[in-house]
């Protein structure tokens, strides 16, 4: 069974502070992704990976940055938070190729910025 | 870029009744049509996918229809079950890009 783990699970942070959501995968995937969720709006790709030390744009990466040291590890920043950014955020990894791209995610990370 | 476009947004059903949910997506360079459920509380799970050189794929409950043509999806389960209750989401792929585009969700809730 491919194994996404997030972390922390739940994050209460305050305007303007940092936050770091971290993300683990034991698949060997190359690509990661990080998306949000909002009621009305499903999930919104942020930024994703292609492999370590790539990090691409997704459809709403502002005020996010991203960072892919490894190929298992896959961190979301918010360096500024704001109460917008108070969400579901989803991590998942996955391989594209012949077979398709089946993503396996993660728990997910609930973060509220007051 | 790609948009992903789900239909209803949500739906209530008796147990045992059959249920077609709807998608519909614009960019003609999307090949691959992945769909996952997402129980409350829970991460989401791949329940079915079709390439775009399929018209139909069946698994178990579930059939997944394809038109290329008018770039439609539709997801029918049929025999509904408690177990059922979910939102479903259907999702978009180009491969050389290798992301998934989502749409909004559907949340299906089966009465007992």
């Known amino acids: 069974e491919a194994a996404v783990t997030q972390s922390p699970r739940n994050k209460v942070a305050v305007t303007g502070g940092k936050v770091t959501l971290s993300c683990n995968q034991t698949?060997?995937?190359?690509?990661m992704y990080w998306y949000r969720q909002d009621t009305g709006h499903g999930l919104r790709l942020i930024h994703y990976?292609?492999?370590?030390?790539?990090?691409e744009k997704g459809d709403i990466p502002d005020g996010y940055k991203a960072s892919r040291p490894s190929q298992e590890n896959f961190s979301l920043i918010l360096e500024l938070a704001t109460p917008s950014q108070t969400s579901v955020y989803f991590c998942?990894?996955?391989?594209?190729?012949?077979?398709?791209?089946?993503?396996?995610f993660g728990e997910g990370s609930r973060l509220i910025v007051v | 870029g790609e948009q992903v476009e789900q239909l209803p947004s949500s739906l209530i059903v008796q147990e045992g009744a059959s249920v077609l949910i709807n998608c519909s997506y614009t960019d003609s360079a999307s090949v691959y049509f992945p769909w996952y459920k997402q129980e409350p509380g829970k991460r989401l799970q791949f329940i079915i996918d079709?390439?775009?050189?399929?018209e139909r794929k069946q698994t178990q409950r579930l059939t997944l229809l394809f038109d290329k043509k008018t770039k439609h999806l539709s997801l029918h389960i049929t025999a509904t079950q408690p177990g059922d209750s979910a939102i479903y989401f259907c999702?978009?792929?180009?491969?050389?890009?290798?992301?998934?585009?989502f749409g909004q969700g559907t949340k299906l809730s089966i009465k007992p």
């Open positions: 990976s292609y492999g370590a030390g790539s990090t």
């Open positions: 079709i390439r775009s050189n399929m």
């Open positions: 698949n060997n995937h190359n690509n």
């Open positions: 998942a990894s996955g391989d594209p190729g012949s077979s398709g791209n089946t993503l396996y």
């Open positions: 999702s978009a792929s180009n491969y050389n890009q290798g992301k998934l585009i």
